[in-house]
């Protein structure tokens, strides 16, 4: 089974590499996206962002496995008003895996995935970014190491599909549809 989702996830790319080639993106919204997504990030940093009319939230637990303790997770929301802006998903379960989704009007513009080493000195094992345009990827960018094949249960996922499952929990928690 693990054999053919790794040859399905093989065709998959390849077939998406190759529609890239034909399809022309337009580079500004890439550029537009990344400086949001920047922007974001800085207002996420701020020490009181309730004084620009911004909230943030933290949801946080912990991970077991047969009542044991082994690892933990944290959800950090940038909002405005009932407007979700960045959500960022980080846990350290055998590798500290950050998902970051960047919002617009409550759509998913861009999606960020990295897997970091657990060392002291955390090293980028594995960094993905993908940019939307109504639903659609307009690009992506893959950068990993070798070694990250021993997670592929880390990375085997759809990064657009689990943004909007973010954004619906989110909506959920301030009543909005």
Same mark, same amino acid.
């Given at each position: 089974?693990?054999?053919?989702?790794?040859?399905?996830?093989?065709?998959?790319?390849?077939?998406?590499?190759?529609?890239?080639?034909?399809?022309?993106?337009?580079?500004?919204?890439?550029?537009?996206?990344?400086?949001?997504?920047?922007?974001?990030?800085?207002?996420?940093?701020?020490?009181?962002?309730?004084?620009?009319?911004?909230?943030?939230?933290?949801?946080?637990?912990?991970?077991?496995?047969?009542?044991?303790?082994?690892?933990?997770?944290?959800?950090?929301?940038?909002?405005?008003?009932?407007?979700?802006?960045?959500?960022?998903?980080?846990?350290?379960?055998?590798?500290?895996?950050?998902?970051?989704?960047? +919002?617009?009007?409550?759509?998913?513009?861009?999606?960020?995935?990295?897997?970091?080493?657990?060392?002291?000195?955390?090293?980028?094992? +594995?960094?993905?970014?993908?940019?939307?345009?109504?639903?659609?990827?307009?690009?992506?960018?893959?950068?990993?190491?070798?070694?990250?094949?021993?997670?592929?249960?880390?990375?085997?996922?759809?990064?657009?599909?689990?943004?909007?499952? +973010?954004?619906?929990?989110?909506?959920?928690?301030?009543?909005?549809?």
């Amino acid at each position: 089974m693990r054999h053919f989702l790794k040859f399905i996830t093989t065709t998959l790319l390849t077939i998406s590499f190759c529609n890239f080639l034909f399809a022309q993106v337009d580079s500004s919204i890439i550029i537009e996206t990344k400086n949001y997504s920047k922007y974001l990030d800085s207002l996420n940093k701020l020490d009181h962002p309730q004084n620009f009319g911004l909230a943030t939230s933290i949801a946080d637990g912990i991970i077991k496995r047969d009542d044991v303790i082994v690892g933990g997770f944290g959800i950090y929301t940038l909002s405005k008003g009932d407007t979700a802006l960045r959500i960022e998903y980080h846990d350290n379960l055998d590798i500290n895996i950050y998902k970051t989704y960047y +919002y617009k009007s409550n759509k998913l513009i861009f999606a960020t995935l990295e897997l970091q080493t657990e060392e002291t000195n955390a090293k980028t094992i +594995y960094y993905k970014e993908e940019f939307y345009n109504d639903r659609n990827i307009i690009w992506t960018n893959t950068q990993k190491e070798k070694s990250v094949d021993n997670y592929f249960d880390k990375t085997n996922f759809v990064l657009f599909e689990d943004g909007l499952k +973010y954004l619906d929990d989110f909506k959920k928690d301030n009543h909005r549809r």
